[in-house]
């Protein structure tokens, strides 16, 4: 599986941005999608996360702000950011799991100014 991530940039606080995550080769085994972040200085950490069936799960920070979503013809996941905030500050890395590994993408840099 191969993860091509794109839709980061610069945006002042209170501005949307939405990123996306296409994926190519064994996409029949991805069970779930996710969104992960990672400030300088600070661990990687979850952002939202998208089942098979369509469950979606948020960190507290993000929660009410963004959605995840999936668009399975497309095989493209997007998580739409409102109300950015400059701690959303982040690299951001898309993520698809199987049953044996994670995948990830390279990360897209989403600046928020103040």
């Known amino acids: 599986v191969q993860l091509q991530a794109s839709g980061g940039g610069l945006v002042q606080a209170g501005g949307s941005l939405r990123l996306s995550c296409t994926a190519s080769?064994?996409?029949?085994?991805?069970?779930?999608d996710g969104w992960y972040r990672q400030a300088p200085g600070k661990q990687r950490e979850l952002v939202a996360v998208?089942?098979?069936?369509?469950?979606?799960n948020y960190a507290d920070s993000v929660k009410g702000r963004f959605t995840i979503s999936r668009d399975n013809a497309k095989n493209t996941v997007y998580l739409q950011m409102n109300s950015l905030k400059p701690e959303d500050t982040a690299v951001y890395y898309c993520?698809?799991?199987?049953?044996?590994?994670?995948?990830w993408g390279e990360g897209t840099q989403v600046t928020v100014s103040s």
């Open positions: 993520n698809a799991d199987d049953s044996f590994r994670p995948y």
């Open positions: 998208i089942s098979g069936g369509g469950s979606t």
């Open positions: 080769g064994s996409t029949f085994s991805i069970t779930s």
